[in-house]
């Protein structure tokens, strides 16, 4: 079930792509018909092509170098997710079709084709666009902010719920920050057998820490102005118990 609000400003689909790439630690190559993981193993140019250091014994290294004219076609997925565990926690995958080819000491893949799965389906990406765009300026420090504000601030969280409407907060069970990005703070809503997420927009797009502090704190202000869901009152009173 989803509780998106659709009146709050998301990042377009490149960028969601590109953000995808920055913070992702692993990645899956499928080449020759051939599967392989890799770990820390990646990184990202400005224009998205990605460096990979595969392991002298790799396969992949091997196919490489042996690639009519030194490129290989394959296909690199990458996943996004979510860093506070929640149910359904891969938000998005990423498919990147392209070819390798090796320079220095690494295998640099430029895509070609590129595919962004989230809940809400799939879309396709221009390459052109992809290259050109920017990860959001918060992707990096996504994990470290939404894994510090579910552990340290649990409060903050059932403050910022009560900016949630009472249709999406029917039956909830449980509210887990979700994902940041530069134009809002999203939720997961837990209900018993169903979830759904809701977008918490910002006054202005912040870019970087110290805006979404800022930000943050207008959020809880507005909050702190609301009365509490009777859901939650329900939840937290049980609990006692």
Same mark, same amino acid.
């Given at each position: 079930?989803?509780?998106?609000?659709?009146?709050?400003?998301?990042?377009?689909?490149?960028?969601? *792509?590109?953000?995808?790439?920055?913070?992702?630690?692993?990645?899956?190559?499928?080449? @020759?018909?051939? %599967?392989?993981? $890799?770990?820390?193993?990646?990184?990202?140019?400005?224009?998205? %092509?990605?460096? &990979? =250091? !595969?392991?002298?014994?790799?396969?992949?290294?091997?196919?490489? $170098?042996?690639?009519? =004219?030194?490129? #290989?076609?394959?296909?690199?997925?990458?996943?996004?997710?979510?860093?506070? !565990?929640?149910?359904?926690?891969?938000?998005?995958? #990423?498919? &990147?079709?392209? %070819?390798?080819?090796?320079?220095?000491?690494?295998?640099?893949? +430029?895509?070609?084709?590129?595919?962004? =799965?989230? !809940?809400?389906?799939?879309?396709?990406?221009? /390459?052109?666009? $992809?290259?050109?765009?920017?990860?959001?300026? #918060?992707?990096? *420090? @996504?994990?470290?902010?939404?894994?510090?504000?579910?552990?340290?601030?649990?409060?903050?969280?059932?403050?910022?719920?009560? &900016?949630?409407? /009472?249709?999406?907060?029917?039956? *909830?069970?449980?509210?887990?920050?979700?994902?940041?990005?530069?134009?809002?703070?999203?939720? +997961?809503?837990?209900?018993? +057998?169903?979830?759904?997420?809701?977008?918490?927009?910002?006054?202005?797009?912040?870019?970087?820490?110290?805006?979404?502090?800022?930000?943050?704190?207008? &959020?809880?202000?507005?909050?702190?102005?609301?009365?509490?869901?009777?859901?939650?009152? =329900?939840?937290?009173?049980?609990?006692? +118990?």
């Amino acid at each position: 079930m989803g509780d998106s609000h659709t009146w709050a400003a998301v990042p377009g689909a490149a960028q969601r *792509a590109r953000s995808v790439l920055a913070a992702a630690w692993s990645c899956a190559v499928t080449a @020759e018909g051939g %599967r392989e993981d $890799f770990v820390g193993a990646h990184t990202v140019d400005d224009d998205g %092509r990605v460096r &990979l =250091r !595969p392991s002298e014994d790799s396969a992949l290294s091997a196919s490489a $170098f042996c690639a009519p =004219r030194g490129e #290989l076609p394959a296909v690199v997925q990458f996943a996004d997710v979510a860093p506070v !565990p929640v149910r359904r926690r891969i938000r998005a995958r #990423l498919w &990147l079709a392209g %070819r390798f080819a090796g320079e220095d000491e690494h295998l640099v893949f +430029r895509p070609t084709r590129v595919v962004l =799965r989230e !809940p809400s389906g799939a879309v396709a990406v221009d /390459p052109e666009e $992809f290259a050109a765009a920017a990860p959001d300026p #918060l992707a990096l *420090a @996504e994990a470290r902010l939404l894994t510090h504000l579910a552990d340290a601030h649990p409060d903050a969280v059932e403050r910022l719920s009560r &900016l949630v409407g /009472p249709d999406s907060l029917h039956g *909830a069970v449980r509210v887990r920050p979700l994902a940041v990005d530069r134009h809002a703070l999203t939720l +997961r809503i837990e209900r018993a +057998r169903t979830d759904g997420d809701v977008r918490l927009p910002f006054h202005a797009p912040a870019d970087d820490i110290a805006q979404l502090t800022e930000r943050m704190h207008v &959020l809880l202000a507005q909050a702190g102005a609301a009365s509490c869901p009777r859901s939650l009152q =329900r939840q937290r009173a049980d609990g006692d +118990r």
